[in-house]
């Protein structure tokens, strides 16, 4: 009869494999997911479809970084190379959602706080995302675990998944004949008076 392995979950000691940067990247993941259920839930405001495919692809990597942690998988830095792809695509999404709220093409609802906008803040949670796993991602190549072109292939697929998604999305609504009588719930085009 086979001994079954050990398996180290988040509760077990930390060896040296885990990284800090693996669990900060979970809190960045969570707090991301949160203010953006947050935005729908405590503010009522209504999410369009790039602000749906932030929220998902945040989601999803908490949940990927998450159970990773939970169940053992080790080293740590490879659970951010799976998660680079995921917030390299919800980033490009927010910087094309933030680009065409700066041109004039979009408003948007304020965010929590009245800090910037939703998208500008999704934003900044999502490069705050980014940054904290291609950093342990980049700890990963250096200890080892995988090589250059996987941390750059994550990216690339990331800007792959951002792409496909905006191509995908469904287009926004005209512009409204009249003024608006109440400010933004949900991302629209805004009222260009003729």
Same mark, same amino acid.
């Given at each position: 009869?086979?001994?079954?392995?050990?398996?180290?979950?988040?509760?077990? %000691?930390?060896? *040296?494999? @885990? @990284?800090? $940067?693996?669990?900060?990247?979970?809190?960045?993941? #969570?707090?991301?997911?949160?203010?953006?259920?947050?935005? @729908?839930?405590?503010?009522?405001?209504?999410?369009?479809? $790039?602000? +749906?495919?932030?929220?998902? +692809?945040?989601?999803? =990597?908490?949940?990927?970084?998450?159970?990773?942690?939970?169940?053992?998988?080790?080293?740590?830095?490879?659970?951010?190379?799976? @998660?680079?792809?995921?917030?390299?695509?919800?980033?490009?999404?927010?910087?094309?959602?933030?680009? #065409?709220?700066?041109?004039?093409?979009?408003?948007? %609802?304020? /965010?929590?706080?009245? $800090?910037?906008?939703?998208? !500008? !803040?999704?934003? =900044? &949670?999502? =490069?705050?995302?980014?940054?904290? $796993?291609?950093?342990?991602?980049? *700890?990963?190549?250096?200890?080892?675990? +995988?090589?250059?072109?996987?941390?750059? /292939? /994550?990216?690339?697929?990331?800007?792959? #998944?951002?792409? &496909?998604?905006?191509?995908?999305?469904? %287009?926004?609504?005209?512009?409204?004949? =009249? %003024?608006?009588?109440?400010?933004?719930?949900?991302?629209?085009?805004?009222? !260009?008076?003729?």
């Amino acid at each position: 009869m086979r001994a079954r392995p050990e398996t180290k979950g988040l509760l077990s %000691p930390p060896d *040296r494999d @885990s @990284s800090w $940067l693996t669990a900060a990247a979970l809190a960045v993941s #969570l707090a991301t997911a949160a203010g953006s259920l947050w935005l @729908s839930i405590g503010m009522d405001l209504k999410a369009c479809p $790039l602000c +749906f495919y932030q929220r998902t +692809f945040a989601i999803s =990597a908490a949940a990927v970084l998450g159970m990773g942690l939970v169940a053992g998988v080790r080293p740590a830095p490879s659970l951010s190379l799976l @998660s680079l792809p995921l917030a390299g695509g919800g980033l490009g999404i927010a910087l094309l959602h933030v680009s #065409l709220e700066a041109g004039g093409k979009m408003e948007c %609802p304020a /965010g929590i706080f009245g $800090l910037g906008t939703a998208p !500008q !803040q999704a934003l =900044a &949670a999502l =490069a705050i995302l980014f940054a904290v $796993l291609l950093a342990d991602g980049l *700890r990963g190549r250096k200890l080892g675990t +995988f090589g250059a072109p996987a941390v750059i /292939g /994550g990216i690339v697929v990331g800007g792959a #998944l951002a792409f &496909a998604c905006v191509r995908s999305a469904p %287009p926004m609504p005209p512009p409204p004949a =009249a %003024p608006y009588d109440r400010p933004p719930e949900i991302c629209r085009p805004p009222y !260009q008076p003729a």
